[in-house]
């Protein structure tokens, strides 16, 4: 994939687009292959990398979630079970099963959860992943050896799914590719072109380089999470925020924290939240918060009650107290929820996806989650095709397999997230001496994924590949900025940049990875 002569094809591609969607995380890279898949001319265009916004993190969960359960929503939940027993079908290299234990300190907890979790089960029906049970003291202990064993009864366990979110994020631009769409990363929407009042296009700048460009489309897509009032004031300077952003943070630790498969679910925290502690590529991710936020921001910081709220908790549930330098990375990410007039309680504004359609042609898809992108992809599709007045094509994406699709990874390993690339890689690293074996101790990645990432996954910086193409900066923040220098020499080949480059994305890099670490 050569960022380079694609821009130049859509520079001098005359024929106007269908679908131009703005916004490269779960809700525009979905929007995209559901517009692709069914033969709509499809452009994707990204401001800064794919999933650099809260796509890249989540909990990492695909899940009907229990916490809608409790606040009544039904609908919500059958319909998240549902798209996670798809997702679990069409992308089987990157989503897996995962068990949970709910840990029972008081008497009515296990028939309460136990209870709760059997109506969870129904709800999933046939795409259920596995019965939930209630469990002894003996058993929950044996699931999950450093569970804090005072005044524990017992537990239930029930079993909900896990990916990599930002993987899947470019398993779905390349998907976008597979059914002859485009997509670039680093290109950002500063203004909409109208005609007789209408959204007719968008103004584009190139943030590496010069090729700024106003495209043509029949219909253009706001798919820009936290940003949505930024696209949606460009169309109508007037109209009225909508977003009301919430961050959510998480702390990464080691896996001896929480040795064995079994997440810990906390269904209630001090304050009414649901914590959840899951394994991850070998760490535990403990999270998360819920802060409202005035601002939105690419780069969103914990604040310090946020760790201290975490780590506590950590400490409650745990035999081994996780200390602030136990901490590997903390990051935080912001959810695009949309605000019912007026509601300051970011925790109890639903976890629904919203679709609005302004005067102007406007399409604006938002909020959801990460769970159901398909199903928001799908509804925002059929819509946006009306207002562009394309003739209405079926939906195939509940049954198309996306980019990488591998049910049985083992032949894949080491690579296995990258399902059916994964051969290609380990030629890669067969034919080039040295690039099979990982850069760091602490972490897998090798030389050959940083080329693969370069050359197949439109990784063009440090950041790119220590971040989304591999998850080193969120599993040991420290080791990945000493993999830096490393990861920019071999970019550098790959794309032709200098030693001044190299230095300087270094530089970048280790500015950017100090802000995951919560000590010197
Ligand atoms: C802490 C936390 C935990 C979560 N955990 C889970 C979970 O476990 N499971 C789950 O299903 N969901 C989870 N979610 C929800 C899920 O992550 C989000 O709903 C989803 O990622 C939102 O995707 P998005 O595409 O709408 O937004 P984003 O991922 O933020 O994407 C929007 C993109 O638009 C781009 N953009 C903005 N302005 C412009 C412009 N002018 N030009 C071009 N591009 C632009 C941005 O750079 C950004 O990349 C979680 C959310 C949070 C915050």
Excluded: C
Excluded at 88 to 112: C, D, M, T
Excluded at 131 to 136: A, E, F, G, Y
Excluded at 171 to 184: C, E, P, Y
Excluded at 497 to 507: D, H, L, S, Y
């Amino acid at each position: 994939m050569d960022r380079n002569k694609l821009l130049q094809e859509v520079q001098n591609d005359t024929e106007i687009w269908d679908f131009i969607i703005i916004g490269g995380g779960a809700t525009g890279l979905g929007t995209a292959v559901e517009a692709a898949s069914r033969g709509y001319k499809t452009l994707l265009l990204e401001q800064h990398d794919f999933a650099k916004g809260t796509s890249s993190r989540s909990t990492k969960l695909v899940h009907g979630g229990v916490r809608y359960l409790q606040q009544g929503n039904v609908a919500l939940v059958l319909e998240a079970l549902r798209e996670r027993g798809l997702l679990r079908q069409n992308a089987p290299h990157l989503v897996k099963n995962q068990s949970f234990i709910v840990p029972n300190y008081e008497w009515w907890e296990g028939p309460f959860y136990g209870i709760g979790l059997k109506i969870y089960d129904k709800l999933a029906g046939k795409l259920g992943l596995g019965p939930s049970k209630n469990l002894s003291r003996e058993e929950t202990l044996d699931y999950i050896p450093t569970l804090e064993p005072d005044d524990l009864n017992g537990g239930v366990i029930y079993y909900d799914a896990q990916f990599d979110d930002a993987r899947l994020a470019i398993n779905l631009m390349q998907t976008i590719f597979d059914h002859d769409g485009v997509a670039l990363n680093y290109m950002k929407v500063t203004d909409l072109l109208k005609a007789n009042g209408l959204v007719s296009g968008v103004k584009i700048e190139d943030q590496k380089g010069d090729h700024n460009m106003e495209i043509q489309g029949r219909v253009v897509i706001n798919a820009t999470g936290m940003f949505t009032d930024e696209i949606r004031q460009m169309d109508n300077p007037q109209a009225k925020r909508l977003m009301k952003p919430s961050q959510g943070v998480h702390v990464v630790l080691d896996k001896s924290f929480q040795p064995g498969e079994s997440a810990i679910m906390v269904p209630r925290t001090d304050d009414g939240r649901v914590l959840f502690a899951v394994p991850w590529h070998d760490r535990i991710i403990v999270g998360t918060t819920d802060t409202p936020l005035e601002e939105p921001s690419l780069e969103p910081r914990a604040q310090e009650e946020e760790i201290e709220f975490l780590l506590t908790h950590a400490a409650r549930y745990l035999t081994k107290d996780p200390e602030p330098e136990d901490v590997l990375s903390v990051f935080a990410g912001i959810r695009p929820l949309v605000s019912p007039e007026g509601d300051d309680d970011t925790a109890s504004i639903s976890r629904d996806h919203t679709l609005l359609i302004d005067p102007s042609g406007l399409v604006t898809i938002t909020g959801g989650k990460w769970t159901t992108y398909r199903k928001m992809a799908e509804d925002t599709v059929n819509e946006a095709a009306v207002v562009a007045g394309l003739d209405e094509r079926e939906s195939v994406t509940q049954n198309l397999r996306l980019h990488g699709w591998l049910k049985n990874t083992d032949a894949a390993e080491p690579y296995e997230l990258y399902g059916s690339d994964a051969l290609s890689l380990k030629k890669i690293a067969e034919e080039n001496d040295g690039w099979g074996e990982p850069i760091h101790s602490n972490l897998p990645y090798t030389p050959a994924e940083v080329v693969w990432a370069a050359r197949n996954e439109m990784a063009l910086t440090v950041e790119d590949v220590l971040s989304r193409r591999t998850r080193a900066l969120l599993l040991d923040a420290r080791a990945s900025i000493e993999m830096a220098e490393p990861v920019a020499n071999l970019l550098a080949k790959e794309l032709g940049r200098n030693e001044e480059w190299q230095q300087q994305q270094v530089e970048e890099y280790t500015e950017l990875a100090k802000g995951y670490l919560l000590t010197g």
